[in-house]
């Protein structure tokens, strides 16, 4: 089974994506927090194929969590989700690795499209 990596501090989109992942037939870990989504790496997260990583969260700058966790898992394929991302920070997240970024609002079948798609490209 594939496990995809939720971060996210805000409690119902985790809950939401984790969902229709597991729908979709994911194993799904979850962080809600840069600190937690760091310490799980070398735990269960470290399985991860694909990361899910909210762009602003309250214990770290936009891009150092995509940076860590390509530099701890090079084969995880990083999507970036955010309500507040400017074109220039979207684009440099995909320069750090991000294979794709989504806004928020999302639809939820347009998230696991993406994860089916970055699994495949893998």
């Known amino acids: 089974m594939v496990t995809v990596l939720i971060v996210d501090d805000e409690p119902l989109i985790r809950w939401a994506v ?4 597991e729908s979709a037939g994911y194993a799904v870990v979850e962080a809600g927090s840069a600190r937690e989504a760091l310490s ?8 991860a194929a694909v990361a899910l990583l909210d ?12 940076r860590r966790v390509r ?15 400017t074109p220039e920070v979207l ?4 320069r ?4 794709a970024t989504i806004a ?17 490209a893998a």
């Open 40 to 47: 799980s790496l070398g735990e269960t997260a470290a399985t």
């Open 55 to 66: 762009l602003k969260l309250p214990d770290s700058d936009d891009l150092s969590l995509l």
């Open 91 to 94: 684009a440099e997240a995909l």
């Open 71 to 85: 530099q701890t898992l090079p084969a995880c394929r990083v999507i970036m989700m955010t309500a507040h991302g």
């Open 104 to 120: 928020k609002p999302f639809d939820l079948l347009r998230v696991v499209r993406m994860v089916d798609d970055a699994i495949q």
């Open 18 to 21: 984790r969902e229709g992942l």
């Open 96 to 99: 750090e690795g991000a294979v």
